[in-house]
């Protein structure tokens, strides 16, 4: 599976997503990564600065799905 890459566009830093990881503020970032899934009927996601952080969190928390 390909996660997608979002375009965030500009946007203030102050309502910027921050990356779950090293909780860098993501804005116009082309690296931006975001994983979704579905638990207990919700939607959740986490938004990543890059693949290595995403990486990162994969291999600590595994795969969401």
């Keep these: 599976m390909v996660d997608p890459t979002s375009d965030v566009g500009h946007v203030d830093e102050s309502e910027a997503p921050t990356c779950?990881?090293?909780g860098e503020r993501i804005v116009?970032?082309?690296?931006?990564?975001?994983?979704?899934?579905?638990?207990?009927g919700r939607i959740e996601m986490r938004d990543f600065c890059s693949d290595?952080?995403?990486?990162?969190?994969?291999?600590?928390?595994?795969?969401?799905?």
Excluded: N
């Design 52 to 65: 290595e952080c995403r990486g990162a969190w994969l291999a600590e928390d595994g795969s969401p799905v």
């Design 28 to 40: 116009e970032d082309p690296d931006h990564r975001v994983v979704t899934w579905i638990e207990d």
């Design 20 to 22: 779950v990881v090293c």
